[in-house]
């Protein structure tokens, strides 16, 4: 698992996606989460706006990445 490290104490599910690389793009983070695939700390989360902190666990598929 690798780990991302942001500045500040938190940052939104949506532009960690595209900071992390798991999207190329607003839109398709935005597609990500509308197709139920994306699950942050083992749950199905839907919301782009959702406030991460770290330590928290992101993950498409087999891919999954620590907020740091």
Known sequence: ???VA???GTI???Q???LADLSGSGGQA???LAQE???VNGETETRRGRQLSR????????????VG
Do not use: C, N, P, Y
């Not at 330590?55 to 620590?66: T, Y």
């Open 37 to 39: 695939v994306v699950a």
């Open 16 to 18: 960690f996606l595209k």
């Open 55 to 66: 330590g928290d666990v992101v993950s498409i598929g087999a891919e999954q990445v620590r």
């Open 30 to 32: 935005k597609l990500l």
């Open 12 to 14: 939104r599910l949506g």
């Open 1 to 3: 698992m690798r780990e």
């Open 6 to 8: 942001v500045t500040g």
